[in-house]
């Protein structure tokens, strides 16, 4: 288990953009399997998108893809979540999670704290 810590949510119009941050703790971020969740009110935890260690594989749900871009920068131990086209139905408190044994597909098992991303219509 590992420290996370979110940070770039906030309040946008319909339309938008935010980009998400996730800075992880560790000297083995390079080989973490990093991914995203959301929770809305009244909704169970939703996985949003995951990136492998090497980063060639990510993967998306449905209800983001074209929209979303999970990114992350093995120099600085940060993971991203770049969202474009932003809607109200993405508003929700989103999580960052990391499977510190890379597997793919991952077994999540250190979690952030949460930011919140509130889209208005």
């Known amino acids: 288990q590992v420290a996370l810590v979110e940070a770039g949510g906030g309040l946008v119009q319909a339309g938008g953009s935010l980009r998400l941050s996730c800075a992880a703790s560790g000297r083995t971020f390079s080989r973490y399997a990093m991914g995203w969740f959301r929770q809305a009110p009244g909704k169970e935890r939703e996985s949003v998108a995951a990136i492998s260690w090497s980063g060639v594989i990510p993967s998306y749900a449905d209800s983001v893809k074209g929209r979303f871009t999970i990114s992350r920068d093995n120099a600085k131990n940060t993971a991203y979540l770049q969202m474009n086209s932003l809607k109200p139905e993405d508003t929700a408190v989103y999580y960052c999670?990391?499977?510190?044994?890379?597997?793919?597909?991952?077994?999540?098992?250190?979690w952030g704290q949460g930011t919140q991303v509130t889209v208005s219509s």
């Open positions: 999670a990391a499977d510190i044994a890379g597997r793919w597909p991952p077994a999540f098992g250190s």
